[in-house]
């Protein structure tokens, strides 16, 4: 007898997730964290969603996470992005308020009957037979259960980084894991250092608001969730402002105190969000750099200098911020710094995310080399699902690339792997036109419901939705405006759905009618990309076998060989996105995949 | 079902099956040298890989069947990467065929059309592009075809289709950045870049203009001689081809249906047909002729007009048509392309006039490179229709542009052999046979 279905190891964005899929399918399961206190923190940026990740988040919701639920109530500010680039890149993005949004995430997992909450530090996995059996705690507990998930976010072997002071930390302040990432290596796990890095908070009351932009959120707000109606909440501004001249020149002067130049720090930092001290020294021509200053919360004074991210030493960084418009008078309340940590390199996982080495243990979440609050919930929640479907016997629910950005970025990490912390954009998915935000429940709210997670209660609100897509669809065939229907009229670029005056629309609401609008002059290209996606299905459905030989096809290049070892893709389709392979040597293993099916 | 493997020993005749002066024999497979030594009276081994070996292939009874070269190859040299060996023998057909019954008792099967290239494949010897190339060069009739195939063996396609590639790449990224970033992170609008596009598209079609042209050099241009009975079609024809093959007789109607016959003019390959003669007839099996003669008329890619001078008769016009006066020796009359079967006076002018009209169609700019797979021309014309597309969505979301951007990278990766889809596979294998 087993002291618990599963454990859950870590208590972030990831482990929140995954704790929950597992207890409310019935499991009974243990969350162990280093600090209760910390459990959904927002380490990072006080936000939640934008392009791509907000895709995520209303995916999460859609197949019964709750991550949408979590910022519906906690948002200070949202806007819906890229309203003028086209619909199929728009996202939302909602400011949070962070000690909200963490206390929420508490609460919600109390709530639940089947999850316990435990704080202690994991020092160990117990394996029996190769298979996860439990973990090991600082304080010397022995917990067994039939699976673990692994969810240690930037804790793991971490250590902030403020010019030359360094710390074992995994967040400023609270202390690293030690000794988990040692006891893995041993295991055979390939254990990486990443590193990644967080900007100054200021005091509000210090800031001369006069000298910088004011950003508005929209209004009305919009929720993530799709079971949320309407939200009514405060809504407070971001401010923007520039580096200048003199700012550039403070970091160029210093840059030799920086851990990252002088050499310290080993671990891949994200190229897509670097620190000050990267973009002055590789846009030696760029004059500024854009900050945004964005509120932390409520009932706080902290706000965030989203662009500033610097492990530069203390004395450097109020220097530079001091000469910076609007910061001039700021007071520094927590510094900048960078964490490195330990990794463990996704090509070890199965698209379901458990590991290919200890049957049993699924891992999710920052561990895996990703970034971001909703690339680590996303995960957490697969894993979560994943480690149900295993207790319950059931087939592992893998998403195809072609339904959900959550497919994309599991099959990017167990198929390419990642030298950076990984970050979803839009263009990393190919097929974003059916990937729309607001289509997330059409895509996946079934898969969940299969699955065990989404409720009947989520199934029924996605056939009123559908049913209410219909009807207005019907509404607009049978309308006609300058001899042709309304629905043939709204192929037009021009016109939108609200201008057309049709009574009858009247009592659909407006995400319906801006769903059926898009869905409508959106028609003829998602035809086409569903023709790409048929073939792309074609290849992903021809299975390579598991026991499947490479060695014997000589044909097969011997660096694509090594690839195909370790990834042992699950298909053509996915066998094809490894880097590096040949295409020719994709093409061989196509036909002798084939060959040998048809014996 | 029958497929290919690989492994078991295949032989081919490498060369036409027609006499010439030498043939060549080719054949890959396990232990293809050892099956061969019993029939050599040379030592022959693996060991001797690359060498050219002489002596004389015999039965099993040690009778002397031809007195060869065998050219050695182990295990991971030589065309398919298998072990084999090339028999270059005299080419007589008797040789060639005692040669093909000893090597099948030596436990050789005929290989299949396709078969060595498809193992030359699945041993990794080569990318898709090339193994297409490879199937053309086997094809290629003529030596300016052969060295169309040959140029895309070392990339001219591949390195025109990568530049382009990358130029579509450069533009595709500029906007992804847009999609990527918020418009508050970057606020500069993108602007579609009319001028480089447009400049992709030409150069694509240009390049998918060569396959009508690639594919007379490599399959033949069909040339009809026309025109009504009697007028002299025959004994121009027979003029062409500088030998008696069609009948030519003075009685109305001989020619009742069409003869053809192969032929190059001013290097390029020409099927000739000669055709009945075009007139009214009540005469069922006439009828037919004309009818038949009528609907060669349609494909060709020139039909050569015969008119006699001494008859109304007003040719066609046409722009497929070159029109041409017989029986200049009767009627003198001195009228350009006129021309006389008998005296051969006018008939350079005649033959010269027939190859630069052909040589007009088949010319391209010498800096395009040339294609001769119908697959290359789709994926150009794909690419081109993609990017058309993008440049007309220009004022719609930059999701829609995106989208037809990455269409056309798609069917240049496609055309490069970069990107395999299933279809790619499925058409080039329909090629070797594969799964038949």
Known sequence: ?599 | MAHYATGEPIYALATPYSPSALAVIRASGDEAISLLAPYFSSPISPSLSGRAVHGYVHDGSGRRIDEVMAIIYSKGHGYTSEEAFEIMCHGSLPVIRAISSLLEDAGFREAERGEFTYRAFMHGRMDLTEAEAVEEIVKARTSRAGSDALSRLAGSIYREAERMKESVLDILASLEVQLDYGEDEIPEDWVFPEEEVSRIIGRLRAIAATFSSSRLYSEGALVVIAGRTNAGKSSLYNALLKENRAIVSSEEGTTRDYIEADAVIAGIPVRLFDTAGLRESEDAVEQEGIRRTESLMDKADLIVYVVDPSSDDAPPQYERVLCVISKRDVSALDAPLSFSSVTGEGLADVIDAIASRLSASASAPSDVPRIDSERQKEKLEEAAAALEEARLSSSAGYDIIALYLQSALSSLGELTGEITGEDVLDRLFSSFCLGK
């Open chain 1, 1 to 599: 007898m087993r002291d618990y279905d599963a454990i859950v190891i870590g208590g972030g964005h990831a482990g929140i997730e995954a704790s929950l899929a597992l207890s409310r399918e019935g499991f009974d399961t243990l969350l162990i964290t280093q600090s209760l206190d910390a459990i959904g923190r927002m380490s990072c940026n006080p936000s939640i969603g934008g392009l791509a990740k907000g895709n995520l988040v209303r995916e999460i919701d859609a197949l019964g996470g709750e991550m949408g639920h979590l910022i519906d109530s906690t948002m200070i500010q949202m806007r819906i992005l890229n309203r003028r680039r086209g619909p199929a890149v728009q996202a939302p993005r909602a400011q949070a308020d962070k000690f909200s949004y963490s206390r929420l995430a508490k609460e919600t997992l109390e709530k639940e009957r089947h999850l316990s909450l435990f704080m202690d530090t994991v020092v160990d996995i117990i394996t029996e037979d190769g298979r996860a059996a439990g973990v090991v705690t600082e304080r010397g507990w022995r917990i067994s259960s039939r699976t673990v998930v692994l969810t240690t976010g930037t804790f793991m072997d971490g250590r902030i980084f403020i010019g030359e002071y360094d710390a074992p930390c995994g967040r400023l302040g609270e202390s690293a894991a030690a000794g988990l990432g040692g006891k893995l290596r041993e295991k055979g796990f390939r254990v990486g250092r990443m590193k990644t890095g967080t900007p100054a908070r200021v005091r509000l009351s210090s800031l001369d608001l006069g000298e910088m932009e004011v950003q508005e959120g929209d209004d009305p707000m919009e929720p993530f969730s799709f079971g949320t109606e309407a939200l009514d909440r405060p809504s407070l501004p971001c401010y923007v402002t520039y580096t200048n001249a003199e700012t550039h020149r403070i970091i160029r002067e210093n840059i030799s105190r920086s851990p990252l130049y002088g050499g310290k720090i080993v671990g891949r930092g994200p190229r897509y969000c670097p620190s000050i001290e990267d973009k002055v020294v590789r846009f030696p021509d760029r004059e500024r750099h854009q900050i945004f200053v964005e509120p932390e919360g409520l009932g706080t004074e902290e706000m965030y200098l989203n662009g500033l991210s610097s492990s530069l030493p203390e004395d450097v960084q109020h220097s530079f911020i001091h000469s910076i418009p609007g910061l001039r008078h700021a007071e520094i309340m927590r510094p900048a710094y960078a964490v490195e940590y330990d990794y463990l390199n996704p090509l070890d996982l199965m698209p379901s995310l458990e590991s290919k080495l200890v049957a049993g243990l699924f891992i999710a979440g920052q561990t895996n080399g990703t970034s971001g609050y909703e690339e680590a919930a996303a995960q957490g929640l697969m894993a979560g699902i994943n480690a149900a479907q295993l207790l319950k016997g059931g087939r592992p629910l893998v998403l195809s690339r072609t339904e959900a950005y959550i497919g994309v970025l599991i099959d990017d990490l167990v198929t390419k792997g990642t030298e950076e912390p990984y970050r979803m954009f839009t263009s990393r998915a190919e097929y974003r036109l059916s990937l729309r935000h607001d289509t997330a429940d059409q895509r996946l709210t079934p898969k969940g419901f299969a699955a065990g997670l989404a409720t009947e209660e989520r199934m029924e609100r996605l056939r009123a939705k559908m049913a209410g897509i219909e009807g207005a669809k019907a509404v607009l065939r049978s309308c006609r405006i300058d001899g042709k229907s309304a629905y043939d009229a709204l192929k037009e670029p021009e016109t939108s759905i609200f201008m057309l005056g049709i009574e009858a629309l009247g009592s659909y609401s407006r995400s319906i009618l801006r769903e059926v609008e898009l869905d409508i002059k959106y028609s003829g290209y998602l035809m086409r990309q569903e023709r790409e996606i048929e073939k792309a299905k074609k290849l992903d459905n021809m299975e390579i076998p598991a026991d499947f030989d490479y060695d014997t096809v000589d044909g097969i290049s011997s660096e694509s060989r090594e690839k195909f070892k370790a990834v042992r893709p699950i298909s053509i389709g996915q066998a094809r996105r490894i880097s590096g392979v040949r295409v020719s040597d994709i093409a061989v293993l196509g036909v002798a995949v084939r060959s040998r099916e048809r014996g």
